[in-house]
T-cell receptor, first 116, second 115 residues
Framework: GAGVSQSPSNKVTEKGKDVELRCDPISGHTALYWYRQSLGQGLEFLIYFQGNSAPDKSGLPSDRFSAERTGGSVSTLTIQRTQQEDSAVYLC??????????????FGPGTRLTVL | AQSVTQLDSHVSVSEGTPVLLRCNYSSSYSPSLFWYVQHPNKGLQLLLKYTSAATLVKGINGFEAEFKKSETSFHLTKPSAHMSDAAEYFCVVSLYGGSQGNLIFGKGTKLSVKP
């Protein structure tokens, strides 16, 4: 079946511009996660959505970062007034409902963001 | 608090020789532990996971990992490396143990395989 998809695969923007990154999770998955992978670093958790519950935003690095999830499916990560340190690969993952008793996450291919 | 440490940032082996990628964890709960692999320009792929059912976990592509509570380790091994194993490997602990939540990733170990 279809996996997690993300768009665009690459995004180059100028410092100060806003960007939107999109994630389509696996159909039926209730949990959705955003991570950031900077060069030479591990993955950094950003935000977690679980069903209709309030999202866990504890990993967002600043108020320039926000995310929403419409209809419990597609999610958009927005970065306002981009800075060069925002350059990274942004990964999205989804996982099945809690009733499935698994915390395995399935990752998309990522969006490589370059801020000039 | 949960944390995970990958002891080697880079491991180089010859094709056909054993692979050992080391991982130590710290967890206040009974942890769920994972190994993910990331090939160049590809997404993260789950290799295997431990959720307390069995301490020796077998994954895809001939990899396996053993959970050792006394050593707080979850090292990844493979008896014989293949060129296609060259990739970056991440050891991961689930923040909330067996329930869902965010994952804590190690910084990764880059595996190189020489012909």
């Amino acid at each position: 079946g279809a996996g997690v998809s993300q768009s665009p695969s690459n995004k180059v923007t100028e410092k100060g511009k806003d960007v939107e990154l999109r994630c389509d999770p696996i159909s039926g998955h209730t949990a959705l996660y955003w991570y950031r992978q900077s060069l030479g670093q591990g993955l950094e958790f950003l935000i977690y959505f679980q069903g209709n519950s309030a999202p866990d935003k504890s990993g967002l690095p600043s108020d320039r970062f926000s995310a929403e999830r419409t209809g419990g499916s597609v999610s958009t990560l927005t970065i306002q007034r981009t800075q060069q340190e925002d350059s990274a690969v942004y990964l999205c993952a989804s996982s099945p409902p809690l009733a499935a008793s698994t915390d395995t996450q399935y990752f998309g291919p990522g969006t490589r963001l370059t801020v000039l | 608090a949960q944390s995970v440490t990958q002891l080697d940032s880079h491991v180089s082996v010859s094709e056909g020789t054993p692979v050992l990628l080391r991982c130590n964890y710290s967890s206040s709960y009974s942890p769920s532990l994972f190994w993910y692999v990331q090939h160049p320009n590809k997404g993260l792929q789950l290799l295997l996971k431990y959720t307390s059912a069995a301490t020796l976990v077998k994954g895809i592509n001939g990899f396996e990992a053993e959970f050792k509570k006394s050593e707080t380790s979850f090292h990844l091994t493979k008896p014989s490396a293949h060129m296609s194993d060259a990739a970056e490997y991440f050891c991961v602990v689930s923040l909330y143990g067996g329930s869902q939540g965010n994952l804590i990733f190690g910084k990764g170990t880059k595996l190189s395989v020489k012909p």
